[in-house]
């Protein structure tokens, strides 16, 4: 069964560094989707970023990118110039795109960012 | 509506009652999943409907936990004796699911459950 793991439960960066915030999974299957959201206070669930297991490059979205080592099964979400806004939750999920479960989209324990002035 | 949308908001209700939450997901959207979250804790997985396809509901907890999806589009997760243990936000999302393409799922605010 498909597994990720987060294993920084909690983490401190300064405003205006950059922070990488680490996921790994675990699955046998060559074709999945490896998904970051992020949570705040409120509790909304935000889509921050999307990658795919056959995209040569690794994502971009903003200040958001994914350090993606396949090889390796890490996903890890990068952060650059963190805003105190950045202060939340974050999420990384995958989907297996075929098999018994196709399309089921299972989460990490997340990671709680803090951000300090 | 143009999000998720997920009834009621709160409940609060007694140890031992049972409880229907509702979630009506985005027009068109095949996959659909309930998710709960603890205070502080992450998105534990409950189950999954994907189209006409029976549903993954390797996540319920125990068999006082079941979930429908009537026609594809709405469901209901229903908890029935509920135990001070239930007590969480209850998460539902809906995404379309396409292979290799990036769909990703569309949260509801959640339905946060207190049993007392």
């Known amino acids: 069964a498909q597994k990720i793991t987060q294993t920084q439960p909690g983490m401190f960066v300064q405003e205006k560094e950059a922070v990488t915030l680490d996921c790994t999974y675990d699955?046998?299957?060559?074709?999945?989707?490896l998904f970051w959201y992020k949570q705040p206070s409120s509790g909304e669930m935000i889509f921050l970023i999307y990658?795919?297991?056959?995209?040569?490059q690794n994502a971009t979205e903003g200040r958001y990118s994914l350090n993606f080592q396949k090889a390796r099964k890490s996903a890890n979400l990068v952060i650059s110039a963190s805003q105190l806004g950045d202060s939340a939750m974050y999420f990384c999920?995958?989907?297996?795109?075929?098999?018994?479960?196709?399309?089921?989209?299972?989460f990490g324990k997340g990671t709680k960012l803090s951000v300090k002035p | 509506g143009a999000g998720v949308s997920q009834s009621p908001s709160n409940k609060v209700t007694e140890k031992g009652k049972d409880v229907e939450l509702r979630c009506d997901p985005i027009?068109?959207?095949?996959?659909l999943y309930w998710y709960r979250q603890s205070l502080g804790q992450g998105l534990e997985f409950l189950i999954y409907?994907?189209?006409?396809?029976?549903?993954?509901k390797s996540g319920l907890p125990s068999d006082r936990f079941s979930a429908e999806r009537t026609g594809g589009s709405v469901s209901t997760l229903t908890i029935q004796r509920t135990q001070q243990e239930d007590s969480a936000v209850y998460l539902c999302?809906?995404?379309?699911?396409?292979?290799?393409?990036?769909?990703?799922?569309?949260f509801g605010q959640g339905t946060r459950l207190t049993v007392v």
């Open positions: 999302a809906s995404s379309l699911v396409v292979t290799r393409t990036n769909t990703e799922a569309f």
């Open positions: 699955t046998s299957d060559p074709s999945y989707g």
């Open positions: 990658q795919g297991s056959y995209d040569q």
């Open positions: 999920a995958m989907r297996l795109n075929y098999g018994g479960s196709q399309g089921n989209l299972i």
């Open positions: 027009s068109g959207h095949t996959a």
């Open positions: 409907f994907q189209g006409n396809s029976a549903p993954d």
